[in-house]
């Protein structure tokens, strides 16, 4: 089983960028979907951004779509998440996960818990001046 370490969070102003990384270990990404995803206290775990293995098709979710870049690169068994316009509302646990999935992008992102069995401790990101 894939382990997944996240990093890049911290606190950021109004309308600045962040990017998180999401490093693999204990196998190649070549063949795994990943996802990204986040959690605000009080809310539900929200799939913002999710990127197959095959064709690297993406899925973002509204809230995120033009401000948000998902990508990965195999050769550092990393995927990475760009955050651009960042929000107070964008603040939350942000936490990566793979599987082996064979479904749509958007199907993957929403039906996280069905999908996706390696999941990353978390880094949080907080959006405030």
């Known amino acids: 089983q894939v382990q997944l370490v996240e990093s890049g969070g911290g606190l950021v102003q109004p309308g600045g960028s962040l990017r998180l990384s999401c490093a693999a270990s204990?196998?190649?990404?070549?063949?795994?979907?990943i996802g990204w995803f986040r959690q605000a206290p009080g809310k539900e775990r929200e799939g913002i951004s999710c990127i197959n293995s095959s064709d690297n098709s993406t899925y973002y979710a509204d809230s995120v779509k033009g401000r948000f870049t998902i990508s990965r690169d195999n050769a550092k068994n990393t995927v990475y998440l760009q955050m651009n316009r960042l929000k107070p509302e964008d603040t939350a646990v942000y936490y990566c996960?793979?599987?082996?999935?064979?479904?749509?992008?958007?199907?993957?992102?929403?039906?996280?818990?069905?999908?996706?069995?390696?999941w990353g401790q978390g880094t949080q990101v907080t959006v405030s001046s």
């Open positions: 204990g196998s190649t990404l070549d063949y795994y979907a």
């Open positions: 996960a793979a599987d082996l999935i064979l479904t749509t992008v958007q199907a993957m992102c929403v039906l996280s818990h069905i999908y996706f069995g390696s």
